[in-house]
């Protein structure tokens, strides 16, 4: 398999609520929730980076399109790592996400390994690692989050 990773879609409880999140408090760019008038086809998709969309799709509709049954969300399963090209952006993105509803598992601080990074919850419980590696420094500075 060739890595092709073009959509992290993220199963959420309440659909608006998620892209106010994602729109509104961490704006990110969306044309909002499409799909509405298909049965279990609501989502919103977010612009990253090139190439590369998150979407936001209600859980159970994501089940029933799955096959899978509805489980408990599980936050420690997974993580979306967004790195940063400053140092100082790592406190910057944790503000914002904070002042737009997430909740800060742990905050900013310098890494075993000689980074500097924190963690912070999305209001879905999805965990997002915000980092700052110097040996991985992103070559465009508009990223995810600016």
Partial sequence: MRPRISVLTLGVEDLERAVAFYRDGLGLSTDGIVGKEFEHGAVAFFDLQS????AVWARADLAHDTGLPQTAPCPTGFTIGH???RKDEVDEVMEQARKAGARTLKPAQGTFWGGY???FQDPDGHVWEIVWN????PVDSVWLLS
Wanted: aromatic content about 14%.
């Fill in 117 to 119: 990074a924190g963690y």
């Fill in 51 to 54: 190439q590369v969309k998150l």
């Fill in 134 to 137: 110097p040996a991985f420094v």
């Fill in 83 to 85: 790195n940063v090209t």
